[in-house]
């Protein structure tokens, strides 16, 4: 008889399985939901219109004509893919084309672009350390960082998100580990939409002799005069070794990239197994992100940076003034989170507004800390105001009813 555990065992009555049932029944599960219609400010979602305050589509590029005929050209010119990986048959002109005017806009040596921007972490992080190293990571990273230092098997040491004597810490612990040591950070945090204290960790990481990792996804094509991302913005581009960006946000495509010197990026590009292993990126998305790119170098970029910042700021005022509690921050970002505290009436409140024809994320435990659920909101550059307005009618009409019924939400 067999006495090996089944490995399938873990999925049937996991800690969440009662709680996953409950919300299918109640259709209260706000993800996987289909968009039947193009990602712009107000999208078609299962057949209706919905005002969309859950994209990362932050410039409004990916309805932009120019980005639109990017990736047809592209296509028309390559076909459909490449169907092997860059490091043999999957390079085009394209794929050069981009990391070139990719490393020219952030001021770096080298460029290397990968075909998603989870990979772009995973494989820059799981090449550049290994065992005998230690990676100092904010609680709030991504999963993308985390899963690099997983693949590393490197020394990993959290510390408390933004909280630079933490960090100070465990910089002054991993003096011992043997090692190198490199701090990764995020530019801006995707859910709570906080900037890092750039200058700070900076200075630290230069006083304990670490490298300095940063993750522009959610900054690049945002923040900064030539929207290089936070970097740009808090002036430490020349102290920190390595960035990493998506085409998933304001490139208005899919994939991602990382920046540095070129001895370094060369070394990813022939080490990197999440590089090297990996199809190329579709010569439709190499090209729809270089089009967009090259719009956010254009003049018009500053002019889409400046609008988007604008509609988060109207938005997050907006929402204050109906009484809802939004994370503040010294620094403005697309991101406005609206606390409330419970995952139910997290949940609740997603439908109750889904329902009203707005579309928001909705961040639970684990995704965030207990205690700490979420409605993520962001907007683009290309809402208006008067959709922005219809959205905060919505929210005011939601708040009222759903208090009636569940109680009051947390207060500003």
Not at 364 to 373: K, N, S
Request: glycine share 10%; with cysteine.
């Amino acid at each position: 008889m067999p006495t090996t555990v089944d490995v399938f065992a873990k999925v049937r009555g996991h800690e969440r399985a009662e709680q996953l049932r409950a919300a299918r029944e109640a259709d209260l599960i706000p993800y996987f939901r289909p968009l039947t219609g193009p990602a712009r400010p107000v999208t078609e979602m299962e057949g209706a219109d919905r005002i969309m305050l859950g994209s990362n589509n932050y410039l409004g590029l990916t309805g932009d004509p120019r980005v639109i005929q990017g990736a047809r050209d592209a296509l028309e010119k390559y076909g459909t893919g490449l169907t092997g990986s860059r490091f043999l048959n999957g390079t085009t002109r394209l794929h050069l084309q981009l990391e070139e005017e990719l490393a020219d806009w952030m001021g770096t040596e080298d460029c290397l672009v990968f075909t998603t921007g989870h990979q772009a972490n995973l494989g820059t992080i799981g090449t550049i350390l290994d065992q005998s190293d230690t990676v100092i990571v904010d609680s709030g990273d991504h999963a993308s960082i985390l899963d690099g230092v997983l693949q590393a098997r490197a020394k990993m040491r959290p510390f408390r998100h933004n909280q630079l004597d933490k960090l100070e810490k465990q910089l002054d612990r991993a003096q011992n580990d043997g090692g190198g040591v490199l701090v990764v950070v995020d530019g801006v945090y995707s859910m709570e939409g906080d900037v890092a204290p750039l200058v700070e960790i900076a200075d630290l990481c230069r006083r304990y002799g670490a490298r300095l990792m940063v993750d522009e996804a959610h900054a690049a094509g945002v923040l900064g005069p030539h929207g290089r991302g936070a970097t740009e913005l808090l002036g430490v581009e020349d102290r920190v070794d390595l960035r990493m960006g998506t085409f998933s946000k304001s490139l208005a495509s899919c994939g991602g990239f990382v920046v540095g010197d070129r001895e370094v990026i060369d070394f990813i590009r022939i080490s990197s197994r999440a590089f090297i292993f990996t199809a190329a990126g579709v010569p439709a998305a190499v090209g729809a992100a270089l089009a967009a790119l090259r719009i956010i170098r254009s003049p018009e970029g500053p002019e889409l940076m400046a609008r988007v910042l604008a509609n988060a700021a109207y938005l997050r005022a907006g929402l204050k003034e109906r009484g809802f509690k939004t994370v503040d921050h010294e620094i403005g970002t697309p991101v406005i989170p609206i606390l409330v505290e419970d995952d139910w009436k997290a949940a609740l409140l997603w439908r109750a507004l889904y329902d009203a024809g707005v579309f928001v994320n909705v961040a639970i435990h684990p995704a965030v800390p207990p205690g700490g659920a979420l409605l993520r909101t962001s907007v683009m550059a290309t809402h208006d105001t008067e959709t922005l307005d219809r959205a905060l009618d919505a929210f005011s009409a939601v708040k009222a009813a759903f208090e009636e019924e569940h109680g009051p939400l947390p207060r500003p």
